[in-house]
């Protein structure tokens, strides 16, 4: 089995409208998961929640389209797409933590 070199490995495109949609995303299955009695899984967002669940959730964000921002700005393809899988993988949480709660 022959290796790949650096160069020719291929690497995801990143998408700022993946990214926006993934946001949009969050927002809506964080605000029903907590509807119906989920509880928030990061500390820190917890604490922002604090402030109220949309603000809390406006205030995160803005710090994570700050960072998206900042990786394109620098450049960083990578992150953007390490972002984009991470929130994917918070939106699939989220909607099963729905599910759980609605199932009981």
């Known amino acids: ?3 790949l070199s650096p160069q020719e490995i291929t690497f995801p495109t990143p998408s700022i409208g993946l990214f926006l949609g993934l946001q949009i995303l969050d927002v809506l299955t964080t605000l029903v998961g907590l509807h119906l009695g989920a509880r928030e899984g990061s500390t820190f967002i917890g604490q922002l929640l604090k402030s ?16 998206a921002a900042f990786a394109v700005f620098l450049n960083r ?19 099963i933590e729905i599910v759980r709660q609605c199932i009981g």
């Open 52 to 67: 109220g669940p949309l603000t809390g959730l406006i205030i995160s964000k803005i710090l994570a389209a700050g960072l």
């Open 77 to 95: 393809k990578r992150v953007l797409v390490f972002l984009n899988f991470w929130f994917a993988a918070v939106v699939v949480w989220n909607a």
């Open 1 to 3: 089995m022959r290796t």
